[in-house]
């Protein structure tokens, strides 16, 4: 299946969007001329116009002309009014294959708006994604071809690693992988701070606290078959300075809190499901 020949539009033009594009172009090979942007206004168009694709403003209708795929890049309350634009060339031409990444908006919730449309997946993409490294989960509607998960997944890869799960667990990869970047910044933000607290200088401290937490996530990437919890014991040694670190931030309650956030994200993503 050949994805850098398909007709790809975006309706919303958001920091997802960017990255969706700029990770398809840099890193699935997309000739940007196949790629169509459709927004309320020019306000995002120099972006769009730097990344030589078509940009449309207020003309959803005209934008998913021809779409092999449309991909929902749109705040949740819009997936109603934005749909009943598109409903006639949605129903009536090309049978596109259609895409939210709208949180918390469900295949049944897309479908109907779609007058009953079928052909509609779900994806939960993250922003490091502009940089093809990206985590993202997706599900399918039951009435999608057979062949819709490996265009999905071909289209995905191409950002980053992708997972099937069942829809009912999408909110639940929001929690954790869409909204998971913020969580990881924050992290890095607060480790290099300490080592500015500890003496280095600004510069310095933030190197090493971006690469501290690459480094380690390669390492659990590559070495699926062993436990988390392993390869951080392998850091701790006994009476060491990592366990007397590690150990203030057990008592401090990091895990507590990293798994109500992640909770709390998911909620909320449930909670804008219900409220379209």
Do not use: W
């Amino acid at each position: 299946m050949d994805i850098s020949q398909l007709q790809i539009t975006f309706l919303g033009g958001g920091n997802m969007c960017e990255a969706m594009v700029r990770g398809f172009i840099n890193n699935g090979g997309i000739d940007p001329k196949k790629i169509t942007v459709s927004t309320p206004s020019k306000r995002t168009e120099n972006t769009y116009k730097e990344l030589k694709v078509n940009h449309v403003v207020g003309d959803n209708k005209s934008s998913v002309k021809g779409a092999d795929i449309i991909i929902y890049c749109v705040k949740p309350y819009m997936v109603k009014p934005v749909s009943e634009e598109i409903n006639s060339i949605v129903s009536e031409k090309g049978n596109p294959l259609v895409i939210s990444v709208m949180a918390g908006v469900t295949i049944d919730t897309l479908s109907s708006v779609l007058n009953g449309y079928g052909r509609c997946a779900r994806v939960m993409p993250n922003t490091p994604s502009l940089v093809g490294a990206g985590a993202c989960g997706y599900a399918l509607s039951p009435k999608c071809a057979d062949t819709d998960g490996e265009l999905v997944e071909k289209l995905l890869s191409s950002i980053g690693v992708v997972k099937k799960v069942a829809e009912n667990l999408i909110d639940s990869v929001t929690g954790v992988s869409g909204s998971g970047p913020a969580y990881v910044y924050m992290f890095i933000e607060a480790l290099g701070d300490a080592g500015v607290v500890n003496g280095l200088d600004r510069a310095t401290s933030r190197a090493l606290a971006a690469q501290t937490v690459f480094g380690a996530a390669k390492m659990v990437l590559e070495n699926p078959d062993v436990h988390i919890a392993q390869l951080r014991n392998n850091v701790e040694s006994p009476a060491g300075t990592t366990v007397s670190g590690t150990s203030t931030l057990e008592k401090e309650g990091l895990r507590a809190c990293v798994i109500k956030a992640v909770t709390a994200a998911t909620d909320k993503a449930k909670e804008l499901g219900k409220s379209n």
